[in-house]
């Protein structure tokens, strides 16, 4: 009996202590994996901007890189510029060569050619691993790296590889028996100082690789600065995958993945790993409190979960809330324990143009900026992505997180001040569908471009809720013949209730339930205004076009209120689902060709509730 009370204290105790100290999920919002979107709420005014898009048929496009398995971003902001590097193989996942990729950026929204950070890395010859009877001919390391970059204190940035070895497809390069990981400086003009290893594997040292140690550089502040990064041991802690499994370095040795960190207000430090296992610690990561978890109420599969403070002082976590990687998700915490609610950062999946081995649909593994690694400016949190393993997106998050507004909206471009005049406005801005500020013959519009013909571009609106409005906008379209756009009213799980389009054929069309029907022609280079009138209770609608008597309609699925519209250059996706096959071995036809480019200007938008 004694036994049991004591089992059952120690039980009650260790449940108001996880209750107390863990982090965790309170919210009641969950994905719905059946939409790319998850039926999750948009978070107002974030903009994702693709910074790389593969291209293996023209690699003049792409600064001379043909590579088509691309992934595991990671970013820093230093000395006024945004950095982000990325692995790459030809192909497939840990399938040699491999190589680390570096691209810059001042403003976060153009971005430089791929530049090589680290190079494919020769295996020497007759090397084997234990317990394996595969032996090294005549092929490369393949990078793998848990961690990006390190700013030290006396200011030099360091960039941070590490290069494993997969003697066959299916080969683990992170199970202790790589090389080792390699540093190099990124000096202020963005050039790149030599390369060196930081740390070997135990079957190699100085006498065996091809690139010194990096106490041989003659650059003493170079030497400081890595020294530095050795001695904390929460950058130590992120290399445990990828290390010796014996490592003295790293505190907390287990079969762990991506760690990601960050401190609360009373100087401790929450741990997250992959499937949301969490910890905290009280000595700057050195030792940990409790043993891993779950994070209570968080979903996460085998994917990267991102946490950070923001500038207003509370939290958020970054990541996918499904079994699969999608949708890209957002929480927020008050205190960096609590999170309370479930957000839309992504909801968007391209077409994978290109198969390969373990490549994954979706945004996935998410990075953003460590504590240390800078402060773009602005009330902002910067992360960066992968989607499908094939192309680098990153994203802008406006702080305080926010889903909801409450002023009507009345965006004249012409009349908003540059850089802000897409502040209200959430944006999906591929690199061949870009959306942006234009200005021509002295009007400047919000534009949307595209020549891609596997993506699109998407410019939303978040407005305060109603379900009687009224919207008026302009659309002028460069081109009759080619080409679509959609602008739809959506309420605040992405459900539309009605849809106007311009179609390829000069048609301005709005969704009749399962047909469209025809409102007006259109001319290439006219101007189209709209007045929309819609209540949702009666689910009836009117438009007009360029002052031309109410068209009345009737909205083709319910909402109860209008949350955002939607412009977007490109029907419906909803490839792929949950039971989509794992691998897509094969890959798109004209993968890396161009569309004929279609152009939508629009000039002014409004938004009004109805009485």
């Known amino acids: 009996m004694k036994y049991l009370f004591t089992y059952i204290l120690c039980s009650v105790l260790m449940a108001a202590f996880a209750q107390q100290d863990t982090a965790r999920y309170i919210g009641k919002t969950l994905s719905n994996i059946d939409y790319h979107h998850g039926q999750l709420t948009p978070v107002a005014g974030v903009h994702n901007i ?34 982000l590097h990325f692995l790459s193989n030809p192909v497939g996942e840990h399938i040699a060569p491999g190589a680390t990729w570096l691209l810059s950026s001042k403003d976060g929204y153009n971005w430089s050619e791929p530049v090589s950070l680290f190079p494919a890395y020769r295996i020497p010859d007759g090397f084997k691993k234990k317990e394996d009877t595969a032996v090294a001919r005549n092929i490369d390391a393949v990078m793998h790296q848990r961690m990006g970059f390190y700013v030290a204190k006396n200011n030099k940035l360091l960039a941070l590889g590490y290069y494993g070895i997969a003697l066959y497809p299916k080969d683990d390069p992170n199970d202790g028996n790589g090389i080792g990981r390699v540093v190099r400086e990124i000096k202020p003009d963005g050039s790149l100082g030599p390369i060196y290893f930081i740390r070997y594997n135990h079957d190699f040292n100085e006498k065996n690789t091809s690139y010194p140690f990096y ?49 609360l207000s009373n100087g401790n430090v929450i741990g997250f790993w992959k499937n949301a296992l969490t910890s905290m610690s009280a000595d700057g990561g050195k030792t940990w409190l409790y043993s891993l978890l779950r994070a209570p109420g968080f979903v996460n599969s085998n994917a990267k979960i991102w946490g950070q403070k923001t500038a207003d002082g509370k939290y958020i976590t970054v990541y996918n809330p499904s079994e699969f990687r999608w949708p890209l998700a957002l929480s927020v915490s008050d205190d960096g324990l609590k999170y309370k609610n479930l957000l839309l950062v992504n909801g968007e999946i391209t077409s994978m143009r290109y198969g390969g081995n373990y490549k994954s649909y979706g945004p996935q593994y998410v990075r953003g900026i460590q504590e240390m690694n800078g402060n773009p400016p602005g009330n902002t949190a910067w992360v960066s992505y992968s989607v499908n393993k094939e192309d680098m997106w990153v994203a802008k ?35 061949w569908a870009p959306v942006s500020i234009v200005k021509e013959n002295g009007q400047k519009y919000l534009s949307l471009k595209d020549f891609d013909p596997f993506d699109y571009a998407k410019a939303e609106r978040i407005v305060p809720e109603a379900g009687k409005v009224k919207i008026e906008f302009s659309i002028t379209p460069k081109q009759a013949a080619n080409g679509r756009l959609d602008i739809e009213m959506q309420d605040a799980k992405n459900t539309p209730c009605l849809r106007i389009s311009f179609d390829a054929e000069g048609n301005i069309l709005t969704k009749a339930g399962y047909r469209n029907k025809t409102l007006s022609k ?28 109410p068209n009345n309609n009737i909205i083709f699925a319910p909402i109860h209120k209008v949350h955002h519209i939607s412009f977007r ?43």
């Open 215 to 263: 106490k041989k550089s003659k650059d003493k502040v170079f030497v400081a600065a890595c020294d530095e990064l050795l001695s904390q041991p929460l950058q130590m802690q992120q290399w445990v995958e990828e290390a010796d499994k014996n490592d003295p370095l790293i505190p907390l040795k287990k079969e762990l993945k991506a760690f990601s960190y960050y401190h």
């Open 569 to 611: 250059t490109g029907g419906v996706r909803r490839f792929p689902d949950a039971d989509t096959p794992t691998d897509q071995n094969y890959d798109l036809p004209h993968a890396g060709e161009k569309d004929k480019e279609a152009v939508y200007n629009i000039s002014y938008f409004k938004y009004s509730k109805l009485l």
């Open 50 to 83: 693709q910074v790389f898009r593969a291209n293996r048929e023209h690699p003049e496009w792409v600064g001379g890189m043909n590579w088509t398995y691309n992934h595991q971003p990671m970013l820093c902001y230093w000395n006024n510029t945004f950095y």
């Open 522 to 549: 259109y001319e290439a280079g006219k101007k189209y205004d709209f007045v929309i009138e819609l209540n949702t209770e009666t689910r009836l609608y009117t438009v007009s076009i360029n002052g031309s008597r």
């Open 397 to 431: 998050i406006p702080v305080p997180v926010k889903s909801t507004v409450d002023k009507e909206a009345d965006d004249q471009f012409s009349l908003l001040k540059d850089g802000e005049a897409l502040n209200s406005w959430n944006i999906y801005s591929p690199l």
